[in-house]
């Protein structure tokens, strides 16, 4: 039994398993699973994982799927019931699973892996900006009003309507006011956020919500523009839009959990069978929790509670791990922040930034770290994921996991990862591989980065920003992710950046600091396998192997093959279907 949905960039199946029949078929082995397949995808150049580690340095174990040629596919079919996997291998061993009810769905050759997963997105952002009117690009009043009619028909009256992407800074010298956006919308307060973070407009009925009258003063390094008589005319500029923003409620939780069901088929359509959301709070946590009640969680979601929420993490720490494998929704990790980005200079680093001398970027306790909470979770039994980017992020970072392990020596199975992991002194690689843990980066960042990251910190530094290989000869675990929506999901991006080191435009030639680069196994991993192994999952899902969930991505590239050969090629992929284990409780 499964569902169908098209979707622009390819196909979804939701297969629907029975309460339970998952963990069931998992717990009893093979012997159990049923003799007749649901779904029966033929013809498919396969590659399943389940062989051997690659060794540190890359090479493939001696039972992958690589001859004289290079890379080729270890299976055909894969048959499916109940949302697990009954068999893959040769089409003609498929044959037996086929029953007069079974589906056959021909692939044409289209390449079948592990479904992917995202291990480090903040998919709530996705799913706050579907909720918000996109004005980007528009140059009239006229074209904004109509599109926030456009995009608020379902609205109740009262609720409040967001829009964001209008140009501010091209309408600093002609700022509109708000007597037209008020007669349009008298019964919804709206708010219209600029593109740049200094300018907002609100109708009349969003200035009152916010309190703000002809005798609001401008909060300091703020302006609240006002007409002749004073009065505010809904034009709040620099720090002054925080007096409309905060005035925004929290989105019901109905509209919470439609943005994040909307968000998560995206990703769906996009190949990802399971994201690990790095930071949940209260709010999303309520509208996962309502998703997974109505079975209406579409992938996979690994919730990391953030520890900027108290309250969620204690009583998270209070009730213990869920360490469930079959259900769609679980929470077994938190996530705290050490540090900013090297971008805005705000990574910890030891010594100072290369273009800013006597700056070292942010503490942790400036940036509401919380060390004693992260401690007290990990010995409750939880994974900790760190963000830590600058190399005294790190060290700081190294120093608190080896603390926390030489207390309490059992923590060490938790798997704990550091989030960015972006410059590591070398001294101090090592030390990931002593306390098992794994680095959570991105292959977007590294080839984004790399336009500025030389100025910020150097040429010496940079031999160490992003260092995959040594990280992998030093015993780290690795898993890859965009931290979208900071960069771009796209797998194929993803994929390119980390085998080439290489951006969009093939710059530069030869890659940047190559050396640190993957194989395409080690890339196609760090997107399944290896991130399963990240979620604890690594037995249910991340291989196509009999008795598995039958999480599943066909595209229509070969990423072994081309990752090879023709890496540039791995930009043109795209995602064939997208099949995932639907379970309903
Ligand atoms: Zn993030």
């Known amino acids: 039994m499964f569902r169908r949905l098209n979707r622009a960039a390819g196909m979804i199946l939701l297969l629907a398993t029975a309460p339970g029949i998952a963990g069931l078929a998992l717990m009893t082995g093979c012997a159990r699973l049923p003799s007749i397949a649901d779904l029966l995808l033929v013809n498919g150049r396969i590659y399943t994982l389940d062989w051997g580690e690659p060794a540190p340095d890359g090479t493939p174990a001696g039972d992958a799927p690589l001859g004289a040629v290079g890379w080729y596919p270890d299976a055909e079919a894969v048959a499916i019931a109940d949302g697990i996997i009954i068999y893959t291998g040769s089409a003609e061993g498929a044959e037996r699973y086929r029953g007069p009810e079974t589906v056959v769905r021909d692939l044409d050759g289209a390449v079948v892996l592990p479904g992917l997963i995202e291990s480090h997105v903040h998919i709530n952002e996705v799913a706050e900006n579907l909720t918000r009117v996109d004005l980007r690009g528009l140059n009239t009043e006229e074209e904004i009003y109509d599109r926030l009619i456009e995009g608020s028909r379902d609205y109740a009256p009262g609720e409040w309507i967001v829009g964001w992407g209008w140009d501010e800074g091209l309408w600093a010298n002609r700022y509109p006011d708000n007597r037209r956006l008020s007669e349009l919308f008298p019964e919804n307060p709206i708010l219209v956020d600029g593109l740049h973070g200094f300018g907002v407009w609100g109708n009349r009925l969003a200035v009152a919500e916010a309190g703000v009258t002809a005798g609001t003063e401008a909060p300091v390094g703020g302006e609240i523009i006002r007409d002749g008589s004073g009065e505010p005319t809904g034009i709040f500029v620099n720090r002054a839009v925080q007096l409309l923003r905060d005035a925004v409620p929290t989105p019901s939780l109905e509209r919470r959990m439609s943005s994040l069901r909307a968000a998560l088929l995206g990703m769906a359509a996009d190949g990802f069978v399971c994201v690990h959301q790095a930071g949940t709070d209260s709010d999303m946590m309520e509208a996962l929790e309502g998703l997974e009640a109505a079975g209406e969680l579409p992938i996979r979601v690994y919730a990391m509670i953030s520890t900027r929420d108290e309250p969620l993490t204690r009583a998270w720490i209070a009730r213990g791990p869920d360490r469930d494998t079959d259900s769609m929704l679980r929470a077994c990790s938190i996530k705290a922040y050490y540090d900013a980005s090297l971008g805005s200079r705000g990574a910890m680093m030891l010594e100072d930034y290369s273009d800013m001398p006597g700056h070292r970027g942010v503490s942790g306790e400036e940036y509401g770290y919380n060390e004693e909470l992260v401690a007290e979770a990990m010995r409750a039994g939880f994974q900790a994921a760190i963000h830590a980017i600058g190399d005294a992020g790190n060290r700081d970072v190294l120093d608190f ?185």
């Not at 923590?411 to 002194?425: L, N, T």
């Not at 979208?484 to 080439?500: E, V």
């Not at 196994?521 to 192997?545: D, L, M």
Request: overall charge negative.
């Open 401 to 585: 996991y080896e603390a926390v392990i030489k207390s309490d020596p059992g923590v060490i199975d938790y798997r704990h990862r550091i989030e960015h992991a972006q410059v590591v002194h070398p001294d101090d690689f090592i030390r990931f591989g002593e306390m098992r843990l794994i680095a959570s980066m991105e292959p977007p960042h590294t080839v984004e980065d790399k336009a500025w990251l030389e100025d910020r910190i150097g040429p010496d530094r940079c031999r160490n920003a992003f260092a995959w290989r040594t990280l992998r000869i030093a015993g780290a675990g690795l898993t890859f992710n965009s931290d979208l929506p900071g960069s771009d999901h796209d797998i194929f991006y993803g994929l390119h950046g980390a085998i080439t080191r290489r951006d969009r435009d093939l710059e530069p030639t030869g890659g940047w600091h190559p050396e640190q680069a993957v194989l395409p196994e080690e890339a196609v991993r760090a997107y399944t396998s290896w991130a399963a192994y990240t979620s604890f999952q690594e037995n249910e899902t991340g291989i196509i192997s009999r008795g598995r969930f039958a999480d599943i991505t066909v595209m229509d590239i070969d990423p072994f093959v081309l990752g090879s050969t023709q890496p540039e090629k791995l930009l043109e992929g795209s995602i064939v279907l997208t099949i995932v284990v639907y379970a309903y409780f």
